[in-house]
């Protein structure tokens, strides 16, 4: 049976709701969506998308590294944005985080995100 270890940590910010931060499991980090909260006050880190972008992947950053692995090591993630017409904004920042190997990706456009973020992101790595 493989085991399972849940990741917790304050530099990024508190789950809203009945889930983790992330879990790891078989030598993956499986990241919950983040969101551009800031970590110390619970409150959104920027009003443009770009800002969120870079707060979002700034927060999964810390989630990855408390779980052992880090944003070099990530293999997967799903993009969801508030308006597609955001996407090539969204793009200039995530290149920014992923120059090199950057991995694979699903963008979705959705309805509403949580607290009517304007884009989330969640992620799976591979555990150092």
Known sequence: MI???IVSTPRAPAAIGPYSQAVTAGGFVFCSGQVALD???QTFAGGTVEEQTRRVLENL???LEAAGSGLERVVKTTVFVADMNDFTKVNEVYAGFFDTAPPARATVEVARLPKDALVEIDCIALVR
């Open 61 to 63: 950053g810390q989630v």
């Open 3 to 5: 085991e399972r270890s």
């Open 39 to 41: 970590p110390t006050t």
